[in-house]
């Protein structure tokens, strides 16, 4: 056996850069390279061998968690065919990458994590950083990663990579399992040598498959969508992911199934598809949910079933209502009881379509779908139409980003008021143009995804919309995107705090406690005082961004234009109100307990239209 003498790092870099994927025939490189930020617990092993190896880039971020969003935000616009992987140091710097990480599991986004680990030799022990238990010296902040990640391992003798490597890199291209996955590599077994077989190092290539589903099942699915007579499609993200767009679109058009769609699924139709009635659930259109309400069979496809979609479990109540549900994952496709075709959304879409050629819903039916479709695009019409007043809305400033940008480009959001407004209102023309990640719902996600998927598609403007708070959270990566040239928009939509936590808050009888940026009180005791001297628009110059200020829509308008002419980041600045120009529609609900007993009259009275609410909910046998 021929071999090769390498560090366990160097070994690592050598296998990653020669695994692709394909998928269609399509092939590409599977990692576009390696984010992170040295310390002592990486810089000598994984340092050292990206230093030599510079055909595996390594790009500084400046934040660990911010490495593991840009890496998912890369992944999710490359319909998860290829990512990045991520090095840390040990202790802060691998614990860093917990909260992105899981957000990669839960919305089903591969990424490869590598933080260094406690020495494996142990004789140093306790090394800087480290957590010592007087149970184990078995245990670092490391096990924290387990229940975020798929696949987890720990590497203590060098040729545990051999069989190691392939599984982390069939769990990364399992299209059913992907999510995070950590290969944590002790200090010291980073920089040891060992003569690994040559083959290790050939080229790879993982074919992503297309399962098809199981057959009897496809016949009963066939029955039960047949027999019913108000059927509703959930086009959830795995549309998206499986490029299942043009098949759906086929599929509605012969049959006219409507289609309401989750924050990972819009875009799966065109906005002004007359079989779209839009967003689903709690954030959802007016025709979604009386669809959702009535129907006696809702066929989704790609989704999780998120609270979001379900409204909480309160938005399908028609008694006799049937699931079918197309997902790649078996556990999704067997939620609320469903008749689970498990298999790759375009596939088995193409067996439905042959299946269900002669099946057709109800012309009045499919009609109104049509009007709902037409209707709430006036709706959106009047909530994007500036009013002049002293400071705009929302929905005003989304009205003017989403008026201003080609029909290519990407908006792209996380956390805060925007993703619900986002998910209401946005006119969608391309299925990767609306980039929500709304799984985790991830302050800090705006501005690091956004690197991310400006890097996988450097063709498209990216216009990322951010919250004050998650702007405060972690504006850290516009320094990487200015670093790399990679130019993103930032709207920073200021209305000086947590305005959604803080609407939420009025729903539960709380009036918004905590919620606003103010000095805190001398005699209230409380964050009621005067509000405080920020100035987001100084803090995103003094990192290097171009920044505009505008003041209302006519200058966020010309701040449009001037900002695409930009190459670097650019950061446009608006004030707005706080308050929704735009309400939760039909029977939009989200579950979020109130005080059962409470002094506060307002908890009270919350709690008696909560307790109306939670009637609603209900199991699916
Ligand atoms: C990391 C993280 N912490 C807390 C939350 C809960 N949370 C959701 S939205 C929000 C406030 C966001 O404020 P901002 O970005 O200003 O948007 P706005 O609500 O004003 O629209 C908070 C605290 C979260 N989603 N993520
Ligand atoms: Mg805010």
């Given amino acids: 056996m021929s071999t090769k003498r390498l560090t366990v790092a160097q070994a690592t870099l050598e296998y990653l850069k020669k695994q692709f994927s394909e998928r269609d025939g399509k092939e590409q490189a599977f990692f576009a390279g390696c984010f992170g930020i040295f310390g002592h617990g990486n810089l000598a092993g994984f340092g ?43 202790g802060p710097g691998a614990t860093n990458m917990i909260t992105a990480a899981a957000g990669a599991t ?22 800087l950083q480290q957590l010592e238990s007087a149970v184990s010296q078995d245990i670092s902040v490391n096990d924290c990663f387990k229940p975020v990640s798929r696949y987890w391992d720990r590497i203590n003798r060098p040729e545990q990579l051999i069989t190691a490597l392939p599984e982390v890199m069939r769990v990364l291209t399992s299209p059913a399992d992907a999510g995070a996955v950590t290969l944590c590599i002790p200090q010291d077994v980073q920089a040891e040598a ?4 040559e083959e290790m190092f050939e080229k790879r290539i993982w074919h992503i498959p297309r399962p098809r589903p199981d057959l009897d099942a496809l016949q009963r699915a066939v029955a039960l969508i047949r027999s019913s007579r108000k059927p509703l499609i959930i086009a959830g993200g795995g549309v998206i992911y499986s490029e299942a767009e043009e098949v759906l679109r086929e ?17 799966s139709l065109p906005y002004d598809d007359p079989h779209n009635l839009g967003a689903a659930g709690a954030t959802g259109t007016e025709g979604a949910n009386a669809f959702s309400r009535a129907a006696d069979l809702v066929m989704g496809i790609g989704t999780r079933y998120s ?20 997902n790649i994952t078996e556990f999704d496709a067997h939620k609320h009881s469903g008749l689970a075709l498990t298999g790759d959304a375009r596939v088995v879409l193409e067996e439905l379509l042959d299946a269900l050629a002669d099946y057709r819903v109800g012309e009045a039916y499919r009609k109104k779908a049509e009007e709902f479709n037409r209707s709430w695009d006036e709706k959106v019409e009047r909530a994007y139409r500036p009013e002049g007043q002293e400071l705009p809305s929302q929905s005003e400033v989304l009205g003017a980003v989403n008026g201003f940008m080609d029909a290519r480009d990407v908006v792209l959001c996380a956390s805060g008021s925007a993703p619900g407004d986002l998910h209401k209102l946005w006119r969608t023309s391309d299925s990767k143009g609306f980039h929500l990640e709304y799984g985790y719902s991830c302050m800090g996600y705006e501005i690091s995804g956004g690197l991310g998927a400006k890097m996988a598609c450097p063709d498209r403007e990216i216009y990322v919309i951010l919250g004050d708070g998650g702007y405060l959270m972690m504006p850290s990566e516009i320094i990487t995107s200015l670093q790399e040239g990679y130019k993103i928009t930032i709207i920073l939509i200021d209305n000086k705090g947590f305005a959604s936590i803080g609407g939420l808050s009025k729903t539960i009888g709380g009036e918004g406690f905590g919620t606003r940026y103010a000095y805190r009180d001398r005699n209230s005791g409380q964050l009621d005082g005067e509000a405080l001297p920020v100035d987001l628009a100084k803090n995103a110059e003094s990192l290097g961004a171009r920044v505009f200020r505008a003041s209302d829509i006519g200058s966020l308008n ?39 007993v409470s002094r506060s009259e307002t908890v009270q009275k919350a709690r008696e239209e909560y307790e109306k609410h939670k009637k609603e909910q209900r199991y699916f046998f």
Wanted: hydrophobic share 40%; net charge positive.
């Fill in 48 to 90: 050292q061998a990206l230093q030599q190896t510079p055909d595996f880039r390594y790009y500084l971020v400046r934040n660990e968690q911010a490495a593991v969003h840009t890496a998912v935000g890369y992944a999710k616009m490359k319909n998860r065919l290829a990512t990045f992987a991520c090095t840390s140091s040990i």
């Fill in 106 to 127: 839960i919305n089903r986004i591969p990424v490869l994590l590598m933080p260094g680990d406690l020495f494996a030799r142990r004789q140093v022990a306790p090394v």
């Fill in 194 to 197: 060992y003569d690994f077989p």
């Fill in 251 to 267: 599929l509605v058009k012969r049959t006219g199934i409507p289609v309401a769609e989750t924050f990972a699924g819009k875009g």
């Fill in 307 to 326: 609270d979001f979609t379900t409204a909480s479990k309160t938005a399908f109540q028609n008694k006799s209502v049937k699931f079918v549900n197309i």
């Fill in 558 to 596: 010309e701040a449009l234009k001037e900002a695409r002419k930009e190459e670097r980041t650019t950061v446009i600045h608006i004030e707005t109100v706080s308050e929704r120009k735009m309400a939760g529609y039909g029977y939009a609900w989200w579950d979020v307990p109130v005080a059962e």
